[in-house]
Nanobody, 124 residues
Framework: QVQLVESGGGSVQAGGSLRLSCAAS??????????MGWSRQALGKERQLIAV????????YYADSVEGRFTISRDNAENTMYLQMSSLEPEDTAAYSC???????????????WGQGTQVTVSS
């Protein structure tokens, strides 16, 4: 597993947008061989898988709670994955983390470990 660093979080009003980034350190050649995913964990709540993207970017998965509002993408040339978040609501407030998987996962169990993430706070 390569080392991943999340960034782009912050505070935003309801209805606003943010773009999160997940960058692989050292620009590893293997980045493009893995599925990538985003999860979030609100204070006092369990972690939730919210989006997954295939190595080439031609397949994606979204949790029902974010589908239609969030878009996952990746730039393999830059070894970076993104999460474009629009129409944000207070319920989206959480720490957002990224991870990798060697197969096509739709659950948290299919991924490697998650980091501390980047905090997103949405005010009403």
């Amino acid at each position: 597993q390569v080392q991943l660093v999340e960034s782009g979080g912050g505070s935003v009003q309801a209805g606003g947008s943010l773009r999160l980034s997940c960058a692989a350190s050292g620009r590893p050649i293997s980045f493009s061989n893995y599925f990538m995913g985003w999860s979030r964990q609100a204070l006092g709540k369990e972690r939730q898988l919210i989006a997954v993207i295939s190595p080439s970017g031609d397949w994606t998965y979204y949790a029902d709670s974010v589908e239609g509002r969030f878009t996952i993408s990746r730039d393999n040339a830059e070894n970076t994955m993104y999460l474009q978040m629009s129409s944000l609501e207070p319920e989206d407030t959480a720490a957002y983390s990224c991870s990798q998987s060697p197969h096509a996962p739709r659950t948290l169990a299919g991924f490697f470990s998650w980091g501390q993430g980047t905090q997103v706070t949405v005010s009403s």
